[in-house]
DNA sequence: GCCAACGTTGGC
DNA sequence: GCCAACGTTGGC
């Protein structure tokens, strides 16, 4: 890694489902911990994550599988408070407060996109080969994504 | 609601 | 450390 790589912004794609927790939501909240994350691959994603990191909003288990707007990362990883809470659908008995397993970071609001893009027409672009999203069974819910699929979807919205 | 793809668990 | 069984995700 060169010196620089943690001065450069990353950019990143964070699923949500809608029936759950929609763009609306955090439009109306300005800024949300994104909790709830079990998995491991995603979690040592939003570790990597720093301030001002730009995220795709991307909404699944849905009528029309989209990207729908725009968040920024506006804490870095710390430990998400609902595994410790019994009540909680995403409690973790495993997970103590000496040693958390699950991390989330905040998400700001940005923007929402007036058209959303799409699953199949993220798929159907040539511009966006590899993006992590069109493969087939990706069910990782928090991905990264490269800077020019990241610009290319801006700058063709 | 179906089911394929995937991640995790646990027996051995 | 393998791998079958199980649970979950998520497009369709």
Not at 18 to 35: G, V, Y
Request: hydrophobic share 35%; net charge positive; charged share 30%.
């Amino acid at each position: 890694m060169k010196w620089y790589n943690n001065f450069m912004k990353k950019y990143w794609l964070m699923k949500t489902e809608p029936s759950c927790f929609s763009i609306d939501d955090l439009k109306e909240e300005k800024q949300t911990a994104w909790s709830g994350v079990r998995n491991y691959q995603a979690r040592n994603f939003m570790r990597e994550m720093s301030l001002g990191d730009e995220v795709f909003i991307y909404h699944s288990s849905c009528a029309v599988p989209a990207i729908v707007g725009l968040g920024k990362v506006v804490t870095k990883a710390y430990p998400d408070k609902t595994q410790f809470d019994k009540k909680d659908d995403h409690y973790d008995p495993k997970s103590t407060k000496e040693k958390p397993i699950w991390d989330n970071v905040d998400i700001g609001y940005m923007k929402t996109f007036k058209e959303p893009i799409t699953l199949s027409a993220l798929k159907f672009r040539g511009d966006l080969s590899g993006m992590l999203v069109r493969e087939q069974g990706s069910r990782l819910s928090v991905q990264p994504v490269s800077e020019k699929h990241f610009k290319s979807i801006l700058e063709n919205l």
